[in-house]
């Protein structure tokens, strides 16, 4: 047992939890085959097989499902030990990995990623964009720092520090710029283009203008916030956005805008971190300087 390594326990959970050898290898940053012999040589250490190796997934044993909860409490125990160091090192210096869902990440990060680098010099900023619950999965196992999502995603462990709030944009086909604006009623008769399922975007969309347990008449999904934009363009239905992808959603695209009858739909954007996390002050002052850079952001006003 004495021959264990960190970095076989770190590929062990990667493969434990994305359920996929190359999978594992691409969060791990390193080959299939190193990956897949580092797994071997646990194995081998262990003197028991962790996963069952299918075509196209694998699966973890029993023994696996076990040691991989263990791995889990390991690794978070480690990582919240190397923040612990990185809290008395100063105000955000270091490494800091922040993830940001999907329909923040294109609109807001590349002025936060700027901001940051020209306030600490001495981050080392490593951000990640994946939907909601894969952000929660990430910073519940210490793998991220922080993460900015909408609010409120309720879980005691984390702290959440509301940042902004923005509305909901209707986005429909040229030709209807002159059509009255709908009702949430209306939008239920209209064909409604929203993303895929897992995006927190979609249920709040969905929220707005559906009851509880129905959907639209007529609705369609896209993959992203600019395919459906794209499709509205090409005159396939309509589609709502929020307020801060307007800008570079639009640019290219034939569309019209309007503002929703009020009370109009909206979300509130803010940032989450674990309530163990050292650094907690830290990521405070980093939602501080999400906040200041994302004012402009989220005020842009429909054409």
Sequence with gaps: M?????????????????????????????SQPALSMQIRELEDILGAPLVERGARQVRLTELGEEFA???????????ELDDLVR????????????????TVAPYLLPEVITALQ???PGLDLRPREAVTQKLLED??????????????????????????????????????ADHPVPSAQG??????????????????ALAF???PRSAPRDMME????????????????????????????????RVALQRLARPRPSRQIGMIWRRSNPRGDQMRVLGELVREVAQPSAGSQPR
């Design 139 to 176: 910073l519940s196992g210490a793998r991220l720092d922080a993460a900015i999502v909408a609010l409120p995603v309720s879980e005691p462990g984390l702290v959440e520090m509301p940042l902004f709030e923005e509305e909901f944009v209707l986005v429909r086909p040229p030709q209807e």
């Design 87 to 102: 809290a008395r090192t100063g105000p955000l210096l270091g490494r800091l990995r922040i993830g940001v869902i999907p």
């Design 118 to 120: 020209a306030r600490y």
């Design 222 to 253: 896209g993959s992203s916030l600019s395919t459906l934009v794209q499709m509205v363009s090409a005159g396939i239905g309509v589609t709502l956005v929020p307020e801060m992808a307007v800008p570079v959603e639009t640019r290219s695209a």
């Design 187 to 204: 939008l239920r008769e209209m064909r409604l283009l929203l993303l895929e399922e897992g995006h927190c975007f979609r249920d709040q």
């Design 2 to 30: 004495n021959n264990l390594s960190m970095r076989q326990l770190r590929y062990f959970d990667a493969l434990a939890r994305l359920g996929h050898f190359g999978r594992a290898a691409e969060d791990c940053a390193v």
């Design 209 to 211: 203008c559906a009851p």
């Design 69 to 79: 909860l263990r791995v889990r409490d390991i690794l978070t125990a480690v990582n």
